[in-house]
């Protein structure tokens, strides 16, 4: 299975599980995640879902050889989900998220920290928006939810930049709540997700409604934005040459 889901303390713990390939996410992986997070939502014996990653990455992004495929193949098929599925899944989530990045996170493996209710970080780990250096647009509504969470010019450092981002400037910008020793990152976060998970549900949606409900039409129109520039930029030179480089050293 690309993804191992796991039950304490009120507490579902989704973890990708695809090492071999840095938990990069293929179309598998986003249907499974998705409907891990809507079981999840649907299951009243769940109070908190818990998102980390097996191995040496939390998430290497999407799988850039089907994202080549996809810019280049009329007749590429994408899953039930999809990334923008997934996206969709992650917006409406309705219980307390708490993301343990356990080491590499790239793309979706950063931005999905904008729909984090907690995140935490191992101190070895580390965080890019590659955007820029494949030639595309951002994505999951960041270029709207990284300036909130860190400020505009953070936010315009990793969105422009491509450069990669440390635990420590992580924590210290807002991206993350608490930076863990790599042993120590599940045991802390799944302590800090139980305390959460040990309250009402109820009251626990109705807070998680009252802070997200504000945000919801920007995100849905900074997701347009995005969805349309990376429709318009992927597959032309300057993305075609990334993905065929990453494939060819790959």
Known sequence: ???????????????????EALNAFDENLYDETARALRAAADDPSVAVVLLTGRGRAFSAGTDLRELEQRATDPDYQPGEFGFLGLMDVFVDFPKPLVVAVNGVGVGIGMTVLGYADLAFMS?????????????VAPEAASSYLLPLLVGRQNAAWALLSSEWIDAAEAQAMGLVWKVCPPSELLTTAHR????????????????????TEPLREQIAAARARENNFFAELLGGTDNAAALAMFNRGA
Do not use: H, Q
Not at 124 to 135: N, S
């Open 192 to 211: 800090y997700a139980a305390i959460i998970a040990a309250k009402p549900l109820d009251s626990l949606v109705a807070v998680k409604r009252t802070m």
């Open 123 to 135: 101190s070895d780990a580390r965080l890019k928006c590659p955007f820029t250096a494949l030639g």
């Open 1 to 19: 299975m690309a993804l191992e889901i796991s039950d304490a303390d009120r507490v579902r713990t989704l973890m990708l599980n695809r090492p």
